[in-house]
T-cell receptor
Framework: NAGVTQTPKFQVLKTGQSMTLQCAQD?????MYWYRQDPGMGLRLIYY?????TTDKGEVPNGYNVSRLNKREFSLRLESAAPSQTSVYFC????????WGYGYTFGSGTRLTVV | QKEVEQNSGPLSVPEGAIASLNCTYS??????FFWYRQYSGKSPELIMS????GDKEDGRFTAQLNKASQYVSLLIRDSQPSDSATYLC???????????FGAGTRLTVKP
């Protein structure tokens, strides 16, 4: 049981380049999330998908787009990378509505550097 | 004011002692509360959740919630060096479906 799988684990981009971060879960979870983690700032929500076919903006969506391809996969795209997007990106999934006490299962993260 | 605030630490305790980690939140209507552990360079792992006032115990971990004072704490009994990590507090604000995280408290357990 792999849980939440993120690819790639590391990436270096030049300013202006684009890339897609991939995330897949095999736990049949309905909800999926993309967070970024920066030193001293904690985890901040970029986008989330409460269920297949729906996506919503989080706290820091600017410069990103997402696609919920199916129930398993939720990708994050950077159209034109900027140095401010240098961060560690985590994908997470949740069995149900988090207000009912369901926690997140996180992927292993993608460490992205934009130069 | 940040939505979720934690003392960044580092908090240092000797092996076998009780470690006490605290978290305050700003949205009085917040519903569910979570504690995660994150080892350096790794992803967060869920320790436990709590949504009712009072204590909830799971092994060596006890979560405490006081909604009137808007704080949630995590006690780790019989602390071990393997407990050395950053502990993240997370809160579900009212009328939201996602978690808001504190910046974390770094705990060091010294042998």
């Amino acid at each position: 049981n792999a849980g939440v799988t993120q690819t790639p684990k590391f990436q270096v981009l030049k300013t202006g380049q684009s890339m897609t971060l991939q995330c897949a879960q095999d736990m049949n979870h309905n909800s999926m999330y993309w967070y970024r983690q920066d030193p001293g700032m904690g985890l901040r929500l970029i986008y989330y998908s409460a269920s297949e076919g729906t996506t919503d903006k989080g706290e820091v969506p600017n410069g990103y787009n997402v696609s919920r391809l199916n129930k398993r996969e939720f990708s994050l795209r950077l159209e034109s990378a900027a140095p401010s997007q240098t961060s560690v990106y985590f994908c997470a999934s949740s069995e149900g509505v988090v207000t009912w006490g369901y926690g997140y299962t996180f992927g292993s993260g993608t460490r992205l550097t934009v130069v | 004011q940040k939505e979720v605030e934690q003392n960044s630490g580092p908090l240092s305790v000797p092996e076998g002692a009780i470690a006490s980690l605290n978290c305050t939140y700003s949205d009085r209507g917040s519903q569910s509360f979570f504690w995660y552990r994150q080892y350096s360079g790794k992803s967060p792992e869920l320790i436990m959740s709590i949504y009712s006032n009072g204590d909830k115990e799971d092994g060596r971990f006890t979560a405490q919630l006081n909604k009137a004072s808007q704080y949630v704490s995590l006690l780790i009994r019989d602390s071990q060096p393997s407990d050395s990590a950053t502990y993240l507090c997370a809160v579900i604000p009212y009328n939201n479906n996602d978690m808001r995280f504190g910046a974390g408290t770094r705990l060091t357990v010294k042998p």
